[in-house]
């Protein structure tokens, strides 16, 4: 992880919704800290600069804020978004220090090409770890270059940089390499589980109009007979 971004942040004093309303229409973010026993803090950051160090920090961005003067370490806990204009309506942070273990979720990041006719399963996005607050991997990366069907890659055999201590079941399935199924079993399978459901699917309107077609000779046949 990269040194934290050190962004300067301004006390928040109005609440509500009118409050919120008017510090996003100047292109800023509301935010809390909270954590070490203290009262949550209540600020207010710069909307697009913010948004730019925790696209760089990934998940678990940490950030250096400058409150009053004073510098604080923020590890970004919750980031919510709207989900229409997609921009950031509002965070928490927990407060840590320098040298303090935390414990995050990291990422994996699956590279490479396995060998043909395989599926590459991705069973955990994340894994659960303990790091320094100041040393947190942004993410793990996986590679599945050339592996073949049957291959398993579990919490274990993740690359851990120094100091990160691995806090999830050491078996726990990260990556699975199966068999890759054919179109045709796919749409055999789904037919299956669809029967099993009692879901049923009306006749496409083609065959419809062709059936219909096909019962309208043997009525005209019916009413000559009559005739006769």
């Given amino acids: 992880m990269s040194a934290p971004e050190k962004i300067t942040a301004e006390p928040r004093t109005e ?9 996003r229409r100047e292109d800023k973010i509301p935010a809390v800290i909270y954590g070490h026993g203290n009262e949550p803090v209540h600020v207010i950051l710069p909307g697009h600069q913010t948004m730019m160090a925790l696209k760089h ?15 604080q370490l ?18 928490d942070f927990v407060a840590v220090k320098r040298g303090e273990k935390v414990t995050v979720d990291v990422p994996i990041h699956v590279v490479g090409d396995a060998a043909a006719e395989t599926l590459v399963v991705t069973e955990n996005a994340v894994v659960s770890v303990e790091a320094e607050a100041t040393h947190i991997p942004e993410f793990f990366e996986v590679s599945v270059e050339g592996a073949e069907i049957g291959t398993q890659i579990h919490a274990k055999d993740l690359d851990l940089p120094s100091g990160t201590t691995l806090l999830a079941d050491e078996e726990l399935l990260i990556v699975n390499v199966t ?19 009692g879901i049923e699917h009306d006749a496409p309107e083609a065959e419809t109009e062709a059936a219909e077609g096909d019962e309208a000779p043997a009525e005209d046949a019916a009413e000559g007979t009559d005739s006769e």
């Fill in 15 to 23: 609440f509500g919704k009118g409050a919120a309303r008017r510090i």
């Fill in 74 to 91: 923020a590890l970004t806990k919750d980031i919510q978004v709207d989900p229409i204009r997609r921009v950031i309506e509002h965070l």
């Fill in 57 to 71: 920090g990934g998940a678990n961005a940490l950030l250096a804020l400058d409150i009053d003067g004073g510098e």
């Fill in 179 to 197: 068999q890759q199924i054919s179109a045709e079993a796919l749409e055999a399978e789904l037919e299956e589980a669809e029967a099993e459901a």
